[in-house]
Every structure is written in C-alpha cells, then in structure tokens.
C-alpha cells in the first residue's frame, strides 16, 4: 500500500462513488428495490450500458443536500485515509434534477460534504460540472451556461461525461466555447469506448486542457505524438480500463507506454465501487504493474497538481505538500 505517498485525483464521477452499502441505506430510506442493480455488497452489469443505467439507478437514491453531503463527505474522508490531498469531482446536475433535487440544494450539499471532509482530513476538492453526452446537445449547452454562471465557488471546471458513441463531438462545441469563454477548465471525455478518432476531434473541436481517458490515442502514434507536444493532461483510469474491457489487464494497459512517450499522466478511480478501482489502488496497482517508486509515484500527482483546476495560491499550497 502507498498510503504515505501523496495522490491527487482528477477524474471521478461523484455519483459513481456511491457504494453499494450506502446506496442499500438510500433505497431503505426511499422504499426502493435496487435489485436490477445490486447485489449483496456489488453493483451488477455487464458491459458499459449496463453500468451507465446501475449509475444513474444509485443516483436516483440522492435526493436531499444532506444525501449528497453525506456521499461527498464520505467519499472525500475515504481517499484522504489512502493519502489524496486533492480530489476533483464530476458534478451532473441533470442527475440531481431527475432525483428531484434543485441545483442550487445539489452544489450546497454536495460543498457541505466538501467542507467537513477539508476541516477533518485537509483534503481539498473543487467541482467540474458535466453535462451528459447522451442527453444531447441541448442539455450539454443547458449545463455548460449553468457552470459559466459560476454558481458555487468550488465550481472551476466544465467537463462531458456519458455514452461516447453518441452524436458527434462538433455538436457540442458551441457548449464548450460557453464555458471556455467564461474561463472556466476544460475536460472531455474521449478515448474510452471510441478510438483515436474520438481523441482527435475532441483537441480540433474543445481544445482542452485535459481529457478524461484519452486513453486509445495509443492507437494512433502520431496522435500520442501530438498529445505529448501540446502538454494535453490525460485523465488515466486504469482500473476503469479493465473493468469495462478496454484493456484486458493491467500488464497490458498503455499508462506505461504513454508515460515513455512523453505524455503528462495522471491515475484515476472514475467510478470506484463499479470498478474495485480507488486512487489508492490505482496507485498500488502502478506500482505494481510498472515497478515505480515513491518519487515517481509523486511525480505523477505533480502532474495532477499542475493540471488541476484551482487557484494559484491553493495549487502552490499543492505542491509544497509534495515534499
Ligand atoms: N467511465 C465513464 N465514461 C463516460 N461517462 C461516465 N460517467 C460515469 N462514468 C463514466
Ligand atoms: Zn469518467
């Protein structure tokens, strides 16, 4: 275990990190069967539309801020245990509204946990609002003005989470130029289900800083190349990789081989109890797989750190915890 080494995360999604106890304690609450999507201790699907309907099933059961305080605090408490000292989380807020929850309920709740985690365990957090691919256009554009109004201070970044092989990444430019123009960090998902294609319109089209998984750039070495030159941060998901059969295992995951090739990488959970992922375990498992040591390990959350979505002053506090 790696505890001692210091992490920082910049992808996971916080629905995603509901785990299955604490989903079983909302559906109680809620008189729901979750049946269809979990059993005993884990969520049950079997491939990448099966898990995104187990998701939005665990995030139909938030329904109040203190639903949502209470995951973001019991998320956050947890990878501050495995040594995170900063943690950016996906927000949606077309989750929270179709659980009923206002967005305003959802950012105060969601910074209620944020703030009890920082005042117990230091850990820091900011919120990338996403809007979700599949959802369209419109909604994607809906969310990307609701995250350029700039509606919670812990809000620094816009981001496209969902089903890639939906629609085409031009049409949602017009959402990305919204909250690019309102300053606020860019990430997209790409590179995950679909291919090196997917990456590459994603740069033309968003022109992010980061991209969540960017992963099967590693199809295309002029695209790796292009990546590496332009100091594009990808969002690394290992675990997430293999649990979704992206990658067939570890040993046979690009984070590596990226890495050699010049690419800024970071370690990601994504969506922790689907993927028996944590940030912690993505960092034992590279230490494992690709015999890093701690200073390597440290080099990866400077990556992080330096790619993160966050003020100057709290970025250098950051860094001068990475000793
Ligand atoms: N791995 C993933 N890819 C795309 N959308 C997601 N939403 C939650 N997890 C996701
Ligand atoms: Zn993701």
Same mark, same amino acid.
């Given at each position: 275990? $790696?505890?001692?080494?210091?992490?920082?995360?910049?992808?996971?999604?916080?629905?995603?990190?509901?785990?299955?106890?604490?989903?079983?304690?909302?559906?109680?609450?809620?008189?729901? *069967?979750?049946?269809?999507?979990?059993?005993?201790?884990?969520?049950?699907?079997? *491939?990448?539309?099966?898990?995104?309907?187990?998701?939005?099933?665990?995030?139909?059961?938030?329904? $109040?801020?203190?639903?949502?305080?209470?995951?973001?605090?019991?998320?956050?408490?947890?990878?501050?245990?495995?040594?995170?000292?900063?943690?950016e989380i996906f927000v949606s807020p077309d989750h929270a509204k179709a659980a009923g929850?206002?967005?305003?309920?959802?950012?105060?709740? =969601?910074?209620?946990?944020?703030?009890? &985690?920082?005042?117990?365990? +230091?850990?820091?957090?900011?919120?990338?609002?996403?809007?979700?691919? %599949?959802?369209?256009?419109?909604?994607?554009?809906?969310?990307?003005?609701?995250?350029?109004?700039?509606?919670?201070? =812990?809000?620094? +970044? @816009?981001?496209?989470?969902g089903e890639e092989r939906f629609g085409r990444v031009a049409d949602y430019r017009r959402?990305?130029?919204? &909250?690019?123009?309102?300053?606020?960090?860019?990430?997209?998902?790409?590179?995950?289900?679909?291919?090196?294609?997917?990456?590459? *319109?994603?740069?033309?089209?968003?022109?992010? $800083?980061?991209?969540?998984?960017?992963?099967?750039?590693?199809?295309?070495?002029?695209?790796?190349?292009?990546?590496?030159?332009?100091?594009?941060?990808?969002?690394?998901?290992?675990?997430?990789?293999?649990?979704?059969?992206? @990658?067939?295992?570890?040993?046979? %995951?690009?984070?590596?081989?990226?890495?050699?090739?010049?690419?800024?990488?970071?370690?990601?959970?994504?969506?922790?109890?689907?993927?028996?992922?944590?940030?912690?375990?993505?960092?034992?498992?590279?230490?494992?797989?690709?015999?890093? *040591?701690?200073?390597? =390990?440290?080099?990866?959350?400077?990556?992080?750190?330096?790619?993160?979505?966050?003020?100057?002053? $709290?970025?250098?506090?950051?860094?001068?915890?990475?000793?």
């Amino acid at each position: 275990m $790696t505890p001692a080494v210091p992490k920082a995360e910049l992808h996971c999604h916080i629905e995603g990190a509901a785990s299955p106890a604490l989903v079983r304690t909302q559906a109680l609450k809620y008189g729901v *069967d979750i049946s269809g999507f979990i059993t005993g201790d884990s969520y049950v699907w079997s *491939d990448f539309t099966g898990f995104l309907a187990a998701y939005d099933g665990a995030a139909g059961l938030f329904r $109040t801020e203190e639903d949502y305080a209470e995951l973001a605090e019991t998320y956050l408490r947890g990878i501050a245990e495995e040594g995170a000292i900063y943690a950016e989380i996906f927000v949606s807020p077309d989750h929270a509204k179709a659980a009923g929850l206002s967005t305003e309920g959802y950012f105060r709740g =969601l910074a209620e946990g944020i703030a009890r &985690a920082r005042g117990q365990c +230091g850990i820091e957090c900011r919120m990338i609002l996403v809007g979700i691919r %599949h959802l369209g256009a419109e909604a994607v554009e809906a969310a990307a003005r609701l995250a350029a109004s700039r509606p919670h201070r =812990l809000i620094s +970044g @816009f981001g496209m989470a969902g089903e890639e092989r939906f629609g085409r990444v031009a049409d949602y430019r017009r959402a990305f130029d919204i &909250a690019r123009d309102a300053g606020l960090g860019i990430t997209i998902h790409a590179g995950e289900l679909c291919g090196a294609g997917s990456v590459r *319109d994603a740069l033309d089209v968003v022109r992010p $800083t980061r991209i969540g998984h960017g992963v099967r750039s590693i199809e295309d070495p002029a695209l790796v190349r292009r990546i590496a030159g332009e100091g594009v941060v990808l969002e690394l998901c290992p675990g997430s990789n293999v649990a979704l059969k992206v @990658f067939a295992s570890m040993a046979e %995951h690009p984070f590596d081989l990226l890495l050699r090739q010049g690419v800024k990488v970071t370690l990601n959970s994504d969506d922790p109890p689907h993927f028996q992922s944590s940030i912690g375990r993505e960092y034992d498992a590279a230490a494992k797989t690709w015999g890093y *040591d701690a200073r390597q =390990l440290i080099g990866i959350t400077r990556t992080a750190v330096m790619a993160a979505f966050v003020d100057e002053p $709290t970025r250098e506090k950051l860094l001068g915890q990475l000793g």
